[in-house]
């Protein structure tokens, strides 16, 4: 039962233009959104998060639009550097559902930007 | 660096045996959580702990048990071990507080079962 979805395994795109990123939940328990970036051979860092009380979050080239009634985020870079290929992990979670506050992460996307 | 410490980062051992993985949480933090990436696959959720009790479990097989201990580090003991088993361990820490759920991930362990 995958909660949360990364249809997308791969994304491509050119240094400069913008990468989008997608993200679909089925659990609307969730209400709070993060993304994760992870380059090999290291733990997952955190990117940008997203309380389900917003629409829109933004920090320097990332912003992550959450769109609640499609149950749906995206993460957008911009302008998209080579430094920024990896692999980007969204993650939900529900803090008040039983006391339990665990991420549910989905399968991952591998972004390659390429000079 | 997130603070959070994964010991070791890479594990060799047979089918059949037992292991522990080792985490220290960041300074501060209550919470720790244990996830597993195999091959092709996400991050999968196995455990969470919460000032030395259980919080939340996920995915997580009967051969498979963690603690946490009263200095707030967690070990994850896997035992009986299979092939299927080879992945990547992540242990992650948090505050714990429902406001802020930003979880901080270990290099993690490389398990190879042979």
């Known amino acids: 039962d995958q909660q949360v979805k990364q249809n997308s395994p791969s994304l491509s795109v050119q240094e400069g233009r913008i990468s989008i990123l997608n993200c679909d939940y089925t659990n609307s328990m969730f209400d709070y959104f993060l993304w994760y970036k992870k380059y090999p051979a290291e733990g997952p860092t955190f990117l940008i998060s997203?309380?389900?009380?917003?629409d829109k979050n933004e920090d320097g080239r990332f912003t992550v639009f959450l769109n609640k009634s499609a149950k749906h985020l995206s993460l957008h870079i911009v302008p998209s550097q080579p430094g920024d290929s990896a692999v980007y992990f969204c993650?939900?979670?529900?803090?008040?559902?039983?006391?339990?506050?665990?991420?549910?992460f989905g399968k991952g996307t591998k972004l390659t930007v390429n000079p | 660096d997130s603070g959070v410490t994964q010991t070791p980062k890479h594990l060799i051992t047979a089918t059949g045996q037992r292991v522990t993985l080792r985490c220290s949480p960041r300074s501060g933090d209550l919470s720790v959580y244990w996830y597993q990436q195999s091959l092709d696959q996400g991050l999968q959720f196995l455990i969470q702990y919460y000032n030395g009790e259980e919080r939340a479990k996920g995915n997580i097989l009967e051969r498979f048990s963690a603690q946490q201990f009263p200095d707030l580090h967690s070990e994850l003991n896997l035992s009986s071990l299979e092939l299927g088993d080879s992945a990547l361990y992540f242990c992650a820490s948090s505050t714990g507080h429902p406001s802020n759920t930003e979880a901080f991930f270990g290099q993690g362990t490389r398990l190879t079962v042979v």
């Open positions: 997203i309380s389900s009380i917003k």
């Open positions: 993650a939900a979670s529900a803090p008040f559902q039983g006391g339990s506050e665990k991420l549910v």
